[in-house]
């Protein structure tokens, strides 16, 4: 079975872009988590979207905006991009309910300049 | 939030058992302990979770005291492919029945020939 799906695996973007990461979760997975992860840190928590509805957001600015489609993928949108936007985007889906464990995809490497 | 506490480093030899300590004195009691590894910039791969009970499959097993302040993760014959950041996580409600996972540092653990 195929696994967690992020498209592209690297991407090279100036000041002030925007970017839009995308990911396919694992076959009968309804809800998708993004995470960033900078150079030397754990993954930190952005957004959660389960049936389209966004169900959780860390702490991180406007700029950064996601949604999810009715075939459960999903896309991460950053605006205004920054030199710190740098980082390992990660996904992450997972059965809905109390007890799902989140699977995570390879990452999209993002390097702002 | 509920935090952890993990050594950032470790050493263990190949083919001996890999004990992975983390405290977490400020779990509530639904909360679950998760376990994940991260090998060098790929996407972090889920190892085993747990609530009270101590818990085993094919990768590891997981050891929680009984106060579940405190857990150690085990691989029982480290090889050199275990060489690897192990995340200890709490996992905390996002909204409702959704969940997030709060990373810290974590232990990157070297498993030496």
């Known amino acids: 079975d195929a696994g967690v799906t992020q498209s592209p695996t690297h991407l090279i973007k100036t000041r002030g872009q925007h970017v839009t990461l995308r990911c396919s979760p694992i076959s009968g997975h309804k809800s998708v988590s993004w995470y960033q992860q900078v150079l030397g840190q754990g993954p930190q928590f952005i957004f959660q979207?389960?049936?389209?509805?966004?169900?959780g957001r860390g702490n991180f600015p406007d700029r950064f905006s996601a949604r999810q489609f009715p075939n459960y993928s999903s896309e991460l949108n950053v605006n205004a991009l920054l030199l710190g936007d740098s980082a390992l985007y990660l996904c992450?889906?997972?059965?809905?309910?109390?007890?799902?464990?989140?699977?995570f995809g390879p990452g999209t490497r993002l390097l702002v300049l | 939030d509920a935090k952890t506490t993990q050594p950032p480093s470790m050493d263990c030899a190949e083919g001996r058992a890999a004990n992975l300590p983390c405290n977490h004195s400020t779990i509530s009691g639904n909360e679950y302990v998760y376990w994940y590894r991260q090998i060098h910039s790929q996407g972090p791969q889920y190892i085993i979770h747990?609530?009270?009970n101590n818990e085993t499959n094919e990768m590891a097993s997981l050891i929680i005291t009984e106060d579940r302040k405190s857990s150690t993760l085990i691989l029982p014959h480290a090889t050199l492919r275990d060489t690897a950041v192990y995340y200890c996580i709490v996992r905390v409600s996002s909204g409702g029945s959704n969940y997030k996972l709060t990373f810290g540092k974590g232990t990157l653990l070297t498993v030496n020939p």
């Open positions: 979207y389960y049936e389209k509805e966004e169900r």
């Open positions: 992450a889906s997972s059965l809905p309910g109390g007890r799902e464990t989140q699977y």
């Open positions: 747990g609530l009270k």
